[in-house]
């Protein structure tokens, strides 16, 4: 049943956890700095690392859609709330009025129309009609 909780839960709870702790300048908090060969210097923040994150998950999450197990519909109501609690967290919270936060919901958006589409389309090929 494991299957079921979307893996966008994460980033969610990793951004609402940093919010309320440091607060949203913590996500620009240089985590690694790397000297490129041409002599620019590429950075990555925390909120760098949250986006990846959420690109990981999603990838995780489109994987997941394909499967045609017992708790694919779950994880699509599950998915579901998560993009209904960014959005509603997005706009009734001032803290999460960000370009991150924002970045996050869409990608939460995404996860959901993805998984449903990819899920119908597996299962339209699974039915067979005898045509």
Known sequence: MLIAVPLMIVPFIFYNAVMLGSGIAAFSTVIMTVPMLSGAVWTMTLGDLVILSALIALFFEVLKATLSTRGSLMNHMFSMVVFIGFLVEFLLVRDAATQLFFSL???????????????????????????
């Open 105 to 131: 919901m869409v990608i939460a958006f995404i996860d959901v129309v993805a998984g449903f589409t990819i899920s119908n389309r597996a299962a339209a090929r699974n039915v067979s009609i005898g045509l």
